[in-house]
């Protein structure tokens, strides 16, 4: 029972590190490379999605039956 406190008072400890950390900007994220930019539905089960990949926006079709890339915008 003892091991299992000790586990969880360390875990515990850890979680809150972590968190101050990305609260006091010590942690933070890389840039994203891929962002969504906008999905249209096509129609019941297709969608158009733009997404920007590096400054640069793609056209992809999903939710047919395979996924198809487009190409740049």
Known sequence: MSAA???ALALGL???LARLARRGGLATA???RIRL???TPIDS????VILR???REALIVTGGAQDSFIGWL
């Not at 089960?45 to 158009?48: E, G, I, P």
Request: glycine share 16%.
């Open 5 to 7: 406190g000790a586990l």
């Open 37 to 39: 930019v906008e999905v």
């Open 53 to 55: 990949v590096d400054g």
């Open 30 to 32: 890389g840039a994203r």
């Open 14 to 16: 850890l979680w809150l």
């Open 45 to 48: 089960r297709r969608r158009a």
